[in-house]
């Protein structure tokens, strides 16, 4: 199994900045994709941002130019850099890996806990 651990969340005033993190831990062999979604109440969970095992990257069309996903292999974590921070940018933000394991033929999606994220107008 995987356990995915985010930190970096808190509150912080429109235009300012934060860094997500989350470190993976377990058994892990490879980890393929490592994505950002985020869920505000009321609302479906979306993909925020995507990085694939090469390096490509892909970001849902409000955050582009604000928001940088990044990943460290040795590590097995992924960042989110936030700039120009948004009231609308409010969420729970969970990470998501999908990564193959000691033991497993296939590779299985996980998810961490969340961390909130509030931004203040």
């Known amino acids: 199994q995987v356990q995915l651990v985010e930190s970096g969340g808190g509150l912080v005033q429109a235009g300012g900045s934060l860094r997500l993190s989350c470190a993976a831990s377990g058994n892990i062999l490879r980890i393929d994709t490592m994505d950002w979604y985020r869920q505000a109440p009321g609302k479906q969970r979306e993909l925020v941002a995507y990085i694939g095992s090469s390096g490509s990257t892909n970001y849902v069309d409000s955050v582009k130019g604000r928001f940088t996903i990044s990943r460290d292999n040795a590590k097995n974590t992924v960042y989110l850099q936030m700039n120009s921070l948004k009231p609308e940018d409010t969420a729970v933000y969970y990470c998501?890996?999908?990564?193959?394991?000691?033991?497993?033929?296939?590779?299985?999606?996980?998810w961490g806990q969340g961390t909130q994220v509030t931004v203040s107008s």
């Open positions: 998501n890996a999908e990564a193959l394991t000691l033991g497993s033929r296939w590779s299985a999606n996980y």
